[in-house]
């Protein structure tokens, strides 16, 4: 979620800052042992689900029952709508990164299912427009490699992308099977999401700015404001949530910020937004979650939440650090090590 940190811009004051603590601030900070507060209770061991509201089983499938909620009852869901569990520097919550996208085909209602399953106590998912302007879940702008179809998701409508095979590319082995193929359900709606989970708390991605007020307006009408942080890389896109008091993670612009006064020692800056949501590494070579970043944000009341951490070694390490939550492909794997750092937050 970083953008290109050299290129920040920066006011006069700011950099005359910089220049002139530059040399003086080298002091390695102290993080504060962060609090066990609360836990969150999980609906365990569900199905996947396809969109026509079929179980699926898979070579892995998950025991138990949940509804479609176009046929039934809707999912339960984790959580409390007025207790994020990520607005909390005390907790360490496990967030199911676009489901659980190690199990199954990412940003479906499979892999959101299979999330819910293995202990997920948020989802986190990406959305951006179909041609008819309905959000969808999806991360790339093309549908290529992640379905049976090619080309912009933009100009398909989304009826045609619920048509689509969303797990016709899932390999959990590097290619040499297809387990989902016919049977990962087709791209989802965020209506559909919502309505299916309706307690359950979120992390929004929005992939474009085009895609703000049209989710704005639905998460206003379904009443899902206080359960879901909406995180863009995109300034302007988070400007319409936050007018509208729905909670918002720190644009890459922000982050970047924070990440060059942190390592000059100044304090992190007053925000809009209600936590950070960081990539570990940005472009695979800058270490985002420093002792130093980590250490700024929670001096100024900001949780930190890395994505995306599949090891149990290295999310110990930034829990260490006081890192809160961890965006996973495997959160079933995370919170094994969550549980056994932290036993008071096991569920």
């Known amino acids: 979620m970083l953008g290109d940190i050299a290129t920040l811009p920066m006011n006069a004051d700011e950099c ?52 479609s909620g ?81 080309g912009p998701v933009r100009e398909r409508s989304s009826e045609e992308l619920a048509a689509a095979d969303a797990g016709y590319r ?15 359900g087709g791209i989802p709606t965020l209506r559909e999401v919502l309505e299916r989970y309706p307690f359950t708390p979120f992390l929004l991605e929005l992939k474009t700015v085009e895609a703000a007020e049209p989710v704005r307006r639905l998460l206003v009408e379904l009443g899902a404001e206080d359960r879901t942080i909406v995180a863009s890389f995109f300034e302007r896109a988070l400007l319409p949530f936050r007018e ?18 942190s390592l000059l020692g ?12 960081v990539p570990d590494r940005y472009r695979d070579r800058l270490h985002v979650p420093t002792v130093r970043f980590i250490e700024a944000a929670r001096r ?13 070694a290295r999310a110990a390490l930034l829990w260490g650090r006081g890192a809160c939550g961890m965006i996973t492909n495997y959160p079933e794997r995370l919170l094994a090590e969550r549980n056994r750092l932290f036993p008071a937050e096991a569920g």
């Open 244 to 261: 509208g008091a729905i909670p918002t993670a720190a644009s890459r612009r922000r982050i970047g910020l924070l990440w060059l006064r």
């Open 170 to 184: 899932f390999s959990p082995d590097g290619g040499g099977s297809f387990p989902w193929r016919g049977r990962g």
């Open 300 to 312: 100024a009341g900001y949780p930190v939440h890395v994505w995306t951490v599949d090891d149990p």
């Open 70 to 150: 176009r046929t039934g009852e809707p999912v339960t869901g984790l959580g409390s709508p007025s207790m994020h569990p990520l607005f909390h520097p005390g907790r360490h919550p496990v967030v199911g990164h676009r489901g659980a996208a190690g199990s199954a085909p990412e940003n479906t209602l499979a892999a959101l299912d299979a999330a819910i399953g293995e202990g997920a106590e948020v989802l986190e998912f990406d959305v951006r427009l179909a041609a008819d302007g309905v959000p969808v879940l999806m991360h790339d702008p093309l549908l290529d490699r992640t379905t049976d179809r090619s």
């Open 266 to 277: 100044l304090p992190a800056p007053r925000i809009p937004d209600r936590v950070y949501a």
């Open 16 to 67: 005359t800052t910089m220049n002139s603590t530059i040399m003086t601030r080298s002091r390695r900070p102290t993080i504060p042992s962060p609090s066990a507060e609360g836990r969150i209770h999980v609906t365990r061991n569900v199905p996947a689900i396809t969109q026509s509201g079929t179980a699926l089983t898979s070579p892995a499938s998950h025991a138990g029952r949940v509804t």
